[in-house]
C-alpha cells in the first residue's frame, strides 16, 4: 500500500512541514520506524527515539521542536489520536470470513440475517436470532435462544449460554465465556454447600468489546447487564447481576463480585476488586490493584486496598514508608522525656 503524505494530512487535518510529495507505505512506533513508514510522538519519554528513528514521517505537535531535516512532519494537537484515525481508516482489519462452513451446525429454528458467516464448528441451538453482517468464527457455541444483532464479531472459542443477547456491533474475543452460572450457594443444615438455580441471562448492550478470556455471569434471577460502550480487558471477571454502565472501561484481571452496580465513564485499572452488592459513582477511576469494599458515592480518583481517595492514600503510603524513622525519632522523644522527668523528680 502507497498512500500519499498529502492525503494523510488532509485525513488527520494536519499542516506538512518538510517534503509533501512522498507517500508511505505503512504506520509504525517510533523505535522500530523504516524508510517509507510514518511514526508518531506524543509522550515525553518517547523523545529520546527520535534522533535515531529512520521513519520517512512523524505525526507532532505545533510546538515541537523540528530539528531534523531529513523527516517530515505532519503537525496535529493530539498525535496519538491522529495516529489511531489513521490506522482505522487505511489498516483496519478486515477478519476473513464469509459464508457458512459446510461443518457449523445451525438448528432449524435459528434465524439469521443476511450476510452472515459461520466458521468451522460453529454451534447455533434452538432459537437462536443472529442479525445481519454477524461474523462467528470457528469452534464458538451458541446455546438456546441467543441473540446477536447486527455487525457482530464473535471470534474463535467463545461460549455464550442460552437466552443471553448481545446488541450490535458487539466484539467478543477468543476464550470468552458469556452466561455461565453465577457463584451461588446456600448451606444446608449440615454444612453442606447447595447450588442455586441461576435462571437469569446476560444483556449485551451495543457498542461492547470484550476482550479474551473474560466470564460474564447469567444472572440468578433477572439480567446481569454491560450497558453501551463499555469495553473491557481480558481476564476480567463479572459476577451475577452485576450493572456496568455506558462507556465504563475495566482492565485485565478486574473481578466484579454480584450484585454491584458500576457506573457511567468508570474506569478500571489493572486487578481492581470490587465486593458485591456496592455501587460506584459515575465517573470514579480506580487505580491499579485497588479492593473496594464499599460504595464510592463521590466520583474521583481512588487507590489502595481498603480504597481510598488518592490524595489521602498517597499521604498514607508516604508516612508509612518513614515508619522506621517515626520509631527512632519516638523512642529519642521518649527517652527526652524520661529524663527531663528524672531532673525534675530530682529538684523537687
Known amino acids: 500500500m502507497q498512500i500519499a503524505l498529502k492525503e494523510i494530512a488532509k485525513l488527520v487535518n494536519g499542516k506538512i512541514v518538510g517534503d509533501s510529495d512522498i507517500t508511505i507505505s505503512s504506520l509504525a ?20 527515539f527520535f534522533a535515531n528513528t529512520k521513519a520517512s514521517a512523524i505525526l507532532v505537535k505545533p510546538e515541537f521542536n523540528k530539528s531534523r531535516n531529513d523527516i517530515t512532519y505532519i503537525e496535529v494537537e493530539e498525535p496519538d489520536k491522529a495516529f489511531s484515525a489513521l490506522i482505522m481508516h487505511f489498516f483496519s482489519p478486515s477478519f476473513y470470513l464469509k459464508g457458512i462452513d459446510k ?20 454451534v447455533l441451538s434452538a432459537g437462536c436470532k443472529i442479525g445481519s453482517n454477524v461474523k462467528i468464527f470457528h469452534n464458538t457455541v451458541l446455546l438456546e435462544n441467543v441473540e446477536i444483532g447486527s455487525d457482530a464479531l464473535i471470534f474463535q472459542n467463545v461460549s455464550i449460554r ?17 452466561g455461565s452460572d453465577g457463584f451461588g450457594y446456600k448451606q444446608d443444615e449440615k454444612g453442606v454447600y447447595q447450588k442455586i438455580p441461576q435462571i437469569g441471562n446476560v444483556i449485551i448492550e451495543d457498542d461492547v468489546e470484550i476482550g479474551a478470556n473474560v466470564t460474564i455471569d447469567r444472572a440468578a434471577i433477572g439480567s446481569t447487564i454491560i450497558k453501551k460502550g463499555v469495553k473491557i480487558d ?3 471477571q463479572i459476577a451475577h447481576n452485576v450493572v456496568v454502565d455506558e462507556n465504563s472501561v475495566m482492565s485485565a484481571q478486574v473481578g466484579i463480585s454480584g450484585s454491584t452496580k458500576i ?14 452488592h456496592i455501587e460506584i459513582a459515575d465517573g470514579t477511576i480506580l487505580t491499579a490493584q485497588s479492593g473496594v469494599s464499599k460504595s464510592i458515592r463521590k466520583p474521583g480518583y481512588y487507590f489502595g486496598s481498603p480504597v481510598k481517595e488518592l490524595k489521602t492514600a498517597k499521604l498514607i503510603e508516604a508516612h508509612s514508608r518513614n515508619l522506621p524513622d517515626y520509631y527512632k525519632r519516638i523512642t529519642q522523644l521518649e527517652e527526652e522525656v524520661k529524663m527531663l522527668k528524672e531532673k525534675l523528680k530530682n529538684k523537687s
Open 234 to 236: 481480558n481476564l476480567v
Open 162 to 178: 442460552e437466552d443471553c443477547k448481545l446488541g450490535n456491533r458487539v466484539i467478543v474475543h477468543p476464550g470468552t465465556v458469556i
Open 29 to 48: 512506533k517510533i523505535d522500530e520506524a523504516k524508510n517509507s513508514e510514518l511514526t508518531f510522538l506524543y509522550l515525553p519519554a518517547y523523545e529520546k
Open 263 to 276: 457506573g457511567k465513564n468508570c474506569i478500571l485499572a489493572g486487578q481492581v476488586g470490587i465486593v458485591g
Open 103 to 122: 461443518t457449523a451446525s445451525i438448528d432449524s429454528s435459528a434465524e439469521l440475517g443476511t450476510n452472515v458467516a459461520l466458521g468451522k464448528n460453529v
